[in-house]
């Protein structure tokens, strides 16, 4: 995981901190869904769909993305509102940094 230390995942998770009061709290971190796109670009797998199908049984995907188990997996959903609240903007900022 040559990649993993510069990720980073602080920064990430600044940009969208968690909403306060009642509602539904996030399963995953910005960082970990940040670390999930990486993998469409990084593995031969260029879909959410593919991907989300893949990492149950990929432990070094996982392993980069921080997820703890193959159960706890986002759902193609969750990227696409992770990507949709970033914005390009959110998305250049994290790659400058």
């Not at 509602?23 to 910005?30: E, H, K, L, Q, Y």
């Not at 893949?54 to 969750?78: H, T, Y």
Request: charged share 25%; hydrophobic share 40%; glycine share 6%.
């Amino acid at each position: 995981h040559e990649l993993d230390p510069y990720v980073p995942d602080e920064f990430i998770n600044e940009l969208l901190p968690p909403t306060s009061g009642p509602g539904r709290r996030r399963r995953f971190s910005p960082a970990q869904l940040y670390r999930i796109h990486l993998l469409t670009l990084l593995t031969p797998v260029h879909s959410f769909n593919l991907l989300i199908q893949m990492l149950p049984e990929q432990r070094d995907w996982r392993r980069f993305a921080r997820l703890p188990n193959r159960f706890s997996i986002p759902d193609v959903w969750m990227l696409h509102q992770f990507r949709d609240c970033m914005g390009v903007g959110g998305l250049r900022l994290i790659n400058e940094q």
